[in-house]
């Protein structure tokens, strides 16, 4: 059993930067994989970026954000980060940190089992 608490949303200008965490309690939150997801007003969820539980060195992000996005874990504070910087307003979306033990399927909402409340990234233009 894993429990998700995101933070550090908010409203920034473009070009402006944001880091969003993702605290966890559980047992055993180092054996979780973890991904980052958005969902935009009307649109469905998205696979934003990934990071695998045995290897912190093992990431893979979505296309729209290689490059802007960095995803990474403390797991001494149970804590897993997503790092955006230059961000766009088509960033705009609510944020949500998922855990769970990922195979291939790693851009696959259905592969995590485990999901934070969210958290709302607004930026303008």
């Known amino acids: 059993q894993v429990q998700l608490v995101e933070s550090g949303g908010g409203l920034v200008q473009a070009g402006g930067s944001l880091r969003l965490s993702c605290a966890a309690s559980?047992?055993?939150?180092?054996?979780?994989?973890m991904g980052w997801f958005r969902q935009a007003p009307g649109k469905e969820r998205e696979f934003v970026a990934f990071?695998?539980?045995?290897?912190?060195?093992?990431?893979y992000y979505a296309d729209s954000v290689k490059g802007r996005f960095t995803i990474s874990r403390d797991n001494a504070k149970n804590t897993v980060y997503l790092q955006m910087n230059s961000l766009k307003p088509e960033d705009t979306a609510v944020y949500y940190c998922?855990?769970?033990?990922?195979?291939?399927?790693?851009?696959?909402?259905?592969?995590?089992?485990?999901w934070g409340q969210g958290t709302q990234v607004t930026v303008s233009s």
């Open positions: 998922a855990a769970g033990t990922v195979g291939p399927n790693i851009r696959v909402s259905t592969s995590y089992d485990y």
């Open positions: 990071i695998r539980w045995w290897n912190d060195k093992f990431t």
């Open positions: 559980g047992r055993t939150f180092s054996n979780y994989d």
